[in-house]
Structure formats: C-alpha cells, structure tokens
C-alpha cells in the first residue's frame, strides 16, 4: 500500500495559504492535514470552518479535519458544509461518539478518531467497525514542532494489529520529520501528517528529502 503525505496547514504561512496549498498539488501530494483547534481541548487557537470553505474554493487536496475541539458535535455540520473530505475527532471528547459518527456518515466523507499520547489504545476498539482512520498522536495536542514522543512507535504497532482485518488508515500526527520518520514507517504507519518538517524552508526539497527516506 502506498504512503500517504500529509501536511499539516499549522504550520503553512498564513498569508498566502491558496498558494502553499497550490504548491503541494504541484509537489504530487494528496492530502492536507487541518488542525481546529477551540483553545479549550488544547492551549492554542486556530481557524474555523469559514476560511477552510474559502480555500476549498481554490484547491482540489484533499482535505482531512482534526478537530481539537470539546465540542466536536456542534464542529462537525459546519466543516461538512466547508467541504471537508474527512473528519476526525478524538476518542477522548465527551460527546456522544456515535451521534457525531451519525452526522459525518450522512455527508458520506471518510470519518476518523484521534488518540492523544496518554489514552490507552483500546478506547478505539468499540469503534473499529466504524471509521477509515485513526490519527495517533505522537505529540501532545495544541502545537507544532513538539519532539515525538517514543512510546508512539510501539502504540502505533498496537493499532496497526488491532485494525489488521479492518480497512483502517493509521495516521501518525507530531514530530514527524528526517530524523524520526523512518521508525514512524517501520511501525507501520500508512499516512505522515507533518507541519514543521515540510513547511520550514523549501518544501519541494523538504518533500524530497522525506520521500527518500521513506523510500529507501
Ligand atoms: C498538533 C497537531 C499537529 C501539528 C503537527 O496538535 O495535531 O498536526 O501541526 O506539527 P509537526 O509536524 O510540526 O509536529
Ligand atoms: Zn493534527
């Protein structure tokens, strides 16, 4: 199965973000990576749905929700309407899990649940029935550019075995870069949310740098 790029907007430059977005299809990738944070699930605050629905407008990637947000029900209806691809939520929320499911499903979009790094991994398994994709958090939810957290290799290999008669993307989102990305692909990880490591300096080289790696 082929991997999957994932950049994370958090860490694009925000005055010209239809280009950055541009750029990367230009760079053969897929995927866009777009955190929400409501700076009450985590210490930081990041865009709502309305400037996602403008970008939506100039670009074919496609684009994957990260909700950290407490309330990932009321979220949920407004990044459908953005023209959201796939939303995840995390499987920590105290909203009725299922009823966000109920909403996502009803757009038809991929649907998916994130776990942060101090969750044990088999609060996913009443759900494996239920999603495309988990994102595993190999940093603390808010930020970019947080070192990876090791353990994550190791939580990564668990959900891979635990989704392995399941058709699941494993997503592995913080501290993803040169150094770190190799074990991240040894463990088993199919898609590669990185912010920092393709948006600091030239992304084109970034982009290739990473592939190498990868690919090697
Ligand atoms: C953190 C976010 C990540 C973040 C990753 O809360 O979920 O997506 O942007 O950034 P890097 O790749 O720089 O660790
Ligand atoms: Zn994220």
Redesign the pocket.
Known sequence: KDKIWNP????ADFTKLGKELNDLSNEGIDWI?I?I?DGHF?P?ISIGSDPIKQLREVSDLFFDI?L?VVHPETFIPKFIEAGADSISFHVETEDDIEKCFALIEEAGIKKGL?ISPDTPVDALKPYLNNIDLI?V??????????S?IENSLDRIKEIKKLTKDYDILVAV?????SKTIEKVKDAGADVF??????FNGDKSKNIKLLNNIIHD
């Open positions: 994370s907007l958090l860490a990576h955190d944070l985590a930081n990260h950290m994130v994102t958090m190999s940093v603390y939810p808010g930020f970019g550019g947080q990876f989102d913080g501290g993803v870069n949310v990185a912010g920092t490591a393709i």
